[in-house]
């Protein structure tokens, strides 16, 4: 039981790049989401999931694309990277009761 | 909208001294509470929670009570350890799933 996968660990790209942040879980939870880490603001929600087919946008979902076509997968992509994206990346999926966290993707846009 | 405030850091305590870090939070309704926990690289893992007025979460010799009255859900513990260094984040959660997290503090603790 791996819980909550994240692929890559590390990135860096370069301003305007495309990139597709990967997010698995095994768990067979409905429930998955996007946050975005950054200094002195905790973690704050990009997108979420409550199936397969349907996602919802979070607090700060501009510059990222989801989709769900799979309950086990959540990808995120960026279209066109800003250096304002520069973070650390987590996804989560749960329940009710609680919410398991993948262990992060740090991407950095130059 | 909901929102999450808790103490800022760093937080430096030597081992076995008295841990507090308060957090308090603004609802329109009854939010579920939580503190989570990261240590160093790794993802958030959910400390402890609670889900309704005076019920008090606790794990690892960490607690916190949810204070209705003064919308607190403060961390405490009576003897920290060096392995406690971590950064501590305080949440709510008003729809089940959605978490709203306040900035998170850094506790530090030298041997």
């Known amino acids: 039981n791996a819980g909550v996968t994240q692929t890559p660990k590390f990135q860096v790209l370069k301003t305007g790049q495309s990139m597709t942040l990967q997010c698995a879980q095994d768990?067979?939870?409905?429930?998955m989401s996007w946050y975005r880490q950054d200094p002195g603001m905790g973690l704050r929600l990009i997108h979420y999931?409550?199936?397969?087919?349907?996602?919802d946008q979070g607090e700060v979902p501009n510059g990222y694309n989801v989709s769900r076509s799979t309950t086990e997968d959540f990808p995120l992509r960026l279209l066109s990277a800003a250096p304002s994206q520069t973070s650390v990346y987590f996804c989560?999926?749960?329940?009710?009761?609680?919410?398991?966290f993948g262990p992060g993707t740090r991407l950095t846009v130059t | 909208g909901d929102s999450v405030t808790q103490m800022e850091g760093p937080v430096t305590l030597s081992e076995e001294a008295f841990l507090t870090i308060n957090c308090t939070y603004t609802?329109?309704?009854?939010?579920?509470l939580f503190w989570y926990v990261q240590y160093p690289g790794e993802g958030l893992q959910l400390l402890l929670k609670?889900?309704?007025?005076?019920d008090k979460g606790s794990n690892k010799g960490f607690e916190a009570t949810y204070r209705k009255e003064t919308t607190s859900f403060h961390l405490e513990k009576g003897s920290v350890q060096v392995s406690d260094s971590a950064v501590y984040f305080c949440?709510?959660?008003?729809?089940?799933?959605?978490?709203?997290f306040g900035a998170g503090t850094i506790l530090r603790v030298k041997s």
């Open positions: 609802a329109t309704g009854y939010p579920s």
């Open positions: 989560a999926s749960g329940d009710s009761y609680e919410q398991y």
């Open positions: 999931s409550v199936g397969a087919g349907i996602t």
């Open positions: 768990m067979n939870h409905e429930y």
């Open positions: 609670a889900t309704k007025a005076d």
């Open positions: 949440a709510l959660s008003e729809a089940g799933n959605k978490l709203v």
